[in-house]
């Protein structure tokens, strides 16, 4: 149940990740407002060191463990194929949500990443997945460098763009640069998350409890440590400049990686204790969430819409990612009790086993 849970929690991450990007107006760290104060000032604070660049790693982690997990069901020569498959379907999807919804989408970079990474996953070694992982999250924190700079650019500008025509034509750019910088941000952690998935470390943490418990503590406390320097500067309580910033990025990006792993590890414990319902629930239709999600930000908070990020706050903002997070679970948990599959999921199992799925 570890991974399911784990992913039904994600979803709150990445609703409170994603959400203060659709706020109009001039951006500084990360994407937040410019000028922060108050609440906001503390939200956006608390975010950063707990969500921003700590989520999308504990996605890539389960996404690479559930890959590990596929590739157990079948022949090396079929894992291969039908995880390429997957992975292709997951681009075309990603391709869809980004260009129409949301272009900071994910989905389509992590199919990229399985079409690639498809063989490596099934047949490679140890040694190989160690290596992609370690290069890869170094990789990771060195970009993560310049996360500390405001620009005072949007992160995605398409939300302020005046009409829908605009706002898709921006979309092009911003999905089609955000997937490949996406894929090569967070590889390390999706061969990380195979290497784990080969030793089933999430789905029998009774056998692990201890190694867990190090990685729990140890992960989460980077995270918070690692993200307090560009927090702050979120803030509006401190301006880093060159060198600092340079630091304060990079620090960023190396709690970003430990909190992936410190969260997993956390929910791999919590599962054997306590597993309730609707988070197994939306876990198991994490994809239809995440798109889900992505449709109520772009009716209420762009420009072209009806134009709430121009009126919400930080702290609204999150109060409202909690609040579409949590009809999520009530809407999974309807599913679950009919024991039907969400609407997406539905779709790639589809796409990718044909109308008779392989059991």
Do not use: K
Request: contains cysteine.
């Amino acid at each position: 149940m570890a991974p399911d849970l784990a992913r039904g929690a994600m979803l709150l991450l990445i609703a409170l990740a994603n959400v203060h990007l659709f706020l109009l107006g001039p951006a500084g760290v990360r994407g937040y407002p410019a000028g922060l104060a108050g609440m906001d000032a503390v939200v956006a604070f608390l975010q950063m060191v707990l969500v921003d660049g700590r989520a999308y790693p504990l996605f890539a982690l389960l996404v690479g463990y559930g890959a590990a997990q596929s590739a157990r069901r079948w022949e090396p020569a079929v894992a291969v194929s039908l995880l390429r498959r997957r992975g292709g379907w997951m681009l075309a999807i990603g391709a869809v949500h980004g260009l129409l919804l949301f272009p900071g989408d994910i989905v389509g970079a992590y199919g990229l990443l399985l079409v690639a990474l498809a063989g490596v996953v099934v047949r490679g070694t140890a040694v190989t997945l160690g290596t992609i992982a370690v290069l890869g999250c170094v990789f990771t924190v060195l970009t993560s460098a310049f996360s500390g700079f405001s620009t005072g650019a949007a992160a995605l500008p398409s939300i302020a763009a005046p009409d829908v025509g605009s706002a898709l034509v921006q979309h092009v750019g911003e999905w089609s640069l955000g997937t490949v910088n996406s894929a090569l941000v967070t590889a390390g952690m999706v061969a990380l998350g195979a290497l784990l998935g080969r030793r089933r470390l999430l789905e029998e943490p009774d056998g692990h409890r201890r190694v867990l418990r190090r990685v729990a503590l140890l992960g989460l406390a980077v995270a918070v440590a690692g993200g307090v320097p560009l927090a702050l500067a979120a803030a509006g309580w401190w301006a880093p400049t060159g060198a600092q910033a340079l630091l304060a990025g990079v620090l960023h990006g190396l709690g970003g990686l430990a909190g992936g792993l410190g969260y997993a590890a956390v929910f791999a414990l919590v599962a054997t204790r306590w597993a309730p319902r609707p988070l197994l629930a939306a876990g198991r239709r994490s994809l239809s969430c995440y798109l889900g999600q992505s449709v109520v930000w772009m009716v209420l908070l762009p420009a072209w819409t009806l134009g709430f990020g121009a009126r919400l706050s930080v702290a609204q903002a999150a109060l409202l990612a909690v609040g579409v997070w949590g009809a999520g679970l009530v809407g999974c948990a309807a599913l679950d009790r009919g024991d039907r599959r969400g609407p997406a999921e539905i779709l790639l199992r589809r796409l990718t086993y044909g109308p008779a799925p392989i059991r």
